[in-house]
């Protein structure tokens, strides 16, 4: 399956990051933005477990089945 790449990211990094991250790619043969994802992938896989997933999932189906709340209905406080 392959996977689209249609969404982008602006950041912004002090100088001495930039500089590190791009010897930690020219070190890993890797672009910028490959290593970014790869970056952004462990942390997300780190945090939520397939159990998170799984409700994301679920969730994300019943909002486009019109079954959510307007979130201004939600008592706050």
């Known amino acids: 399956m392959?996977?689209?790449m249609s969404k982008e990211l602006l950041i912004r990094v002090p100088e001495p990051l930039y500089r590190r991250i791009k010897e930690v790619?020219?070190?890993e043969y890797?672009?910028?933005s490959a290593f970014i994802r790869d970056i952004i992938k462990e942390r997300v896989d780190e945090i939520l477990s397939s159990e998170d997933l799984?409700?994301?999932?679920a969730a994300r189906k019943d909002f486009k089945s019109g079954k959510?709340?307007?979130w201004r209905s939600v008592k706050r406080g």
């Open 2 to 4: 392959a996977v689209t």
């Open 25 to 27: 790619c020219a070190h």
């Open 30 to 32: 890797k672009s910028m």
């Open 54 to 57: 799984g409700d994301i999932r």
């Open 68 to 70: 959510s709340v307007a």
